[in-house]
């Protein structure tokens, strides 16, 4: 870790290299859950201080239900031991494997954590460009004004790799892209770009926001799937996860409709896929044409590149120089990088780590969001 950060700062790795204590368990061993709360108030005693406990669980599905229920029978889902600091889990997905799963390690977790002590992580939430759509959104009046079925006609949202499966066969043949990309990072992003305006910024009013939309998404009928979707398979990957018969999908994509007043029929249209030429994930909004000018062919268009080289294309129409009237959209091209100075670029993890450590619980996905976009 450190050889990726050169100019690290040597006494605040010392420092913390001090402070870490490797305490391995046995997570079906009650003893060593007794043991992991025993550690945890020596540290508080020895520095005379509450703390703020996280506990970041990165596991697979089939022990989340046990360890989590663990940590609550043996007491480590309470406050400190002088009732002031907060205990808290924060978790990566999958979030279940389809609905009823979601649900049911839903309730699990909600026997020992209330909602407000949970941080499930999404980290397209936490990209910086990400947070930059809403921003974007409601203090530009030239496009909020814009952002409705009136003036929009599609909307393409993907997320497109040049990796593989990178050695997580198990994992992926299980899972595919629409449950592991669509599911969470797309239909967050979906939200965020197609959401009404929060009553504020705050956590609880863009998770209100949030939810209200992915409320209004229709869920596609079977008979319809054949046109609203799409699944593909990479050539290697039968023998990458070595199972000649495996029918999962390393490319997806879906048409959505967002059924409310402002989007009415504009088709939304989410994709992604491993072993693709190039990594790229974007947004693009194109706008309606000019109805004036039937012989226009193209359209005005806005481009969230979320990476790599963050930034926002806006497609514009002008007239190419010469003596005929002839049009060609041209790109206005915005780049963080040019604009802002490297280093004030944060890593999407830096970010969902120092706000699950501060309490902030805007850019992770409640339990109510986890089972709209299942529903979906
Ligand atoms: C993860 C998926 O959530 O996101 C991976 O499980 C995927 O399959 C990764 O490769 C992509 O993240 P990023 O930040 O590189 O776009």
Same mark, same amino acid.
């Given at each position: ?6 100019? %690290? ?7 913390? +290299? ?24 020596? @540290? ?61 390690? @839903? ?20 990209? $910086? ?19 409705? #079925? ?21 994992? %992926? ?11 969470? #990072? ?20 863009? #998770? ?8 209004? *998404? +229709?869920?596609?009928? &079977? ?45 939304? *249209?989410?994709?992604?896929? +491993? ?6 994930? &974007? *947004? ?32 514009? @129409? ?7 009237? $002839? ?13 802002? &100075? ?18 902030? #619980? ?9 089972? &709209?976009?299942?529903?979906?």
């Amino acid at each position: 870790l450190v050889d990726d950060y050169p100019e %690290y700062d040597e006494h605040a790795v010392e420092f913390l +290299k001090e402070r870490f204590i490797v305490q391995t368990m046995d997570v079906n061993n009650g003893d060593d859950y007794s043991l992991l709360l025993q550690n945890l108030n020596k @540290i508080e005693d020895d520095a005379g201080l509450c703390m703020n406990r996280l506990f970041y669980l990165s596991i697979p599905p089939q022990v989340f239900g046990l360890i989590v229920g663990n940590l609550g029978k043996f007491g480590l889902n309470k406050k400190c031991q002088h009732d002031k600091a907060e205990s808290r889990l924060l978790i990566e997905k999958p979030f279940g494997y389809d609905l009823e799963s979601a649900k049911k390690l @839903i309730n699990e977790t909600s026997e020992y954590y209330d909602e407000n002590q949970i941080f499930r992580i999404d980290h397209y939430l936490a990209k $910086e460009t990400v947070q930059n759509i809403l921003n974007f959104r409601f203090n530009n009046a030239i496009f909020e004004s814009l952002w409705d #079925h009136f003036h929009i006609s599609l909307i393409e949202i993907y997320a497109t790799e040049t990796i593989g499966i990178e050695g997580r066969a198990n994992f %992926y043949d299980k899972t595919g892209a629409l449950r592991d990309i669509i599911q969470s #990072h797309l239909l967050q992003l979906m939200a965020i770009v197609t959401m009404e305006e929060p009553l504020s910024f705050s956590s609880v009013h863009i #998770h209100h926001s949030k939810l209200a939309l992915l409320k209004y *998404v +229709k869920q596609i009928n &079977a008979a319809d799937v054949d046109s609203s979707s799409l699944r593909g398979q990479y050539q290697t990957y039968k023998d990458e996860v070595k199972n000649p018969d495996t029918n999962t999908e390393t490319f997806a994509a879906i048409k959505l409709i967002i059924d409310n007043p402002r989007w009415e029929n504009v088709p939304i *249209v989410l994709k992604t896929g +491993k072993s693709l030429n190039e990594k790229k994930t &974007a *947004v693009t909004v194109l706008f309606k044409r000019n109805d004036r000018n039937e012989e226009m062919t193209q359209h005005n268009s806005l481009s969230f590149r979320i990476q790599p080289n963050e930034g926002i294309d806006i497609g514009i @129409i002008v007239k190419k120089p010469g003596l005929d009237n $002839e049009l060609e959209a041209v790109d206005m091209d915005f780049s963080y990088s040019r604009f802002f &100075a490297a280093d004030t670029q944060r890593d999407a993890y830096e970010r969902v780590l120092v706000d699950a450590i501060r309490g902030d #619980h805007a850019l992770f996905a409640t339990s109510e969001e986890v089972i &709209a976009t299942w529903e979906i």
